[in-house]
Every structure is written in C-alpha cells, then in structure tokens.
C-alpha cells in the first residue's frame, strides 16, 4: 500500500467534493478546482472523508494511487487556505511596479520587462517582494517559476529574482595577488 495514497483527506467545514466519471470537483469558499481522475484508481467520499483506492496492486497504479490522493489533497486546501508563494527582487536600480494581474519590473535591461500572470493567480508588490497567490497549487508554482525566470539570481552579487527561501550559493570574486 503507498504511504501516501492509503491515508484517508479529512474534508474541512464547508468543503464539499463531487466525483464524476472523469473528475473530482472540489468547492470551497474561495473557488473551484478539478481534479482529473486516472485509470484504476477510485475515489469515495463518505462521513466528511475523501479515501483513495485503487484497483490492482500493478506498478502503474501503485504509481497512481499517491499522486491522485496529493492532487485531491491540494485541491482540498487550495480552496479553503489558497497557496501562495514569495520572490525577492535583489539588485541596485532594480524596481517594481503594478499588482493584480501583471506588473512591470525595470532588471537591468534596456527595457522594462511585462509580466501577465494566467488567470486564477494574483500578483501582489511589496517594496522588492512579489507575492504570488492563488487557489490553484500548479499554477502559482509555474507563475512564480516564470518570473524567477527573468532573472536568475548570479552567484557573485545575489543580484536578480529569487524565491524568499532560498538560499543562493555565493562564489569568491578574482583572487588580487
């Protein structure tokens, strides 16, 4: 049995979830998510709880069974916490502007650059942070992804987009003799 897979989701107050032939829908009090159902695994939603089965113990479904409960699972907490995620903007003459759905950023280019997140993700500006929210876990990790992105951080000066927990690894400059 998956570690993972065998422990059953305990549904939140407010939280209901439907299962259809080809997907789980989730609703909660921010929105709306589905999650596509894979051949061989079943879904049952009984007494407040979401348990995931599935239908041999082949190396396909065995694959299966843990991913489908940890995308049941993240659907469940996207529409009651929602997900969010932080960037750190480092470098001299660097600069931020907008929020909501798309900002500008001045990186040292000889343009400023346009960054429009795809829907269901919220963009907020801080001084130097981009707060990157969303329902949808996928989407907010590829929207923060596509931004880091634009500028990588560089190992001698940290200059450039980085998340607000990572730590990048920093190189001595040339050694004078």
């Known amino acids: 049995m998956s ?4 422990l059953p989701i305990v549904l939140p ?10 997907e789980v829908a989730v609703v909660g009090s921010k929105g709306t998510l589905s999650v ?3 051949t061989g695994i079943g879904v ?14 082949s190396k396909e479904h065995k694959a299966k069974h843990g ?9 469940v907490n996207g529409v009651t916490k929602g997900f969010e995620k932080k960037l750190e903007v480092n470098g001299v003459g660097y600069r931020l502007n907008g929020g909501g759905q798309s900002i500008e950023m001045n990186l ?26 969303g329902i949808d876990k996928q989407l907010v990790g590829q929207a923060a992804a ?10 001698y000066k940290g200059k450039g987009i980085k998340y607000a927990d990572e730590v990048i690894l ?8």
């Not at 570690?3 to 065998?6: H, L, M, P, T, V």
């Not at 209901?16 to 032939?21: L, M, Q, R």
């Not at 596509?146 to 190992?155: A, F, G, M, Q, V």
């Open 3 to 6: 570690r993972i897979g065998k």
């Open 146 to 155: 596509d931004i880091r992105s634009l500028k990588k951080p560089e190992p």
């Open 36 to 38: 596509a159902m894979q």
């Open 170 to 177: 920093r190189k001595a400059g040339k050694a004078g003799s």
């Open 67 to 75: 991913l489908v409960r940890s995308l049941i699972n993240n659907a």
């Open 13 to 22: 107050s407010g939280v209901t979830i439907t299962v259809g032939d080809n």
């Open 108 to 133: 040292g280019f000889s343009h400023p650059v346009k960054y429009t997140a795809p829907e269901g993700v919220q963009l907020a500006v801080d001084k130097m942070t981009i707060t990157v929210s």
């Open 44 to 57: 049952k939603a009984e007494d407040g709880k979401v348990v995931v089965t599935r239908e041999s113990d």
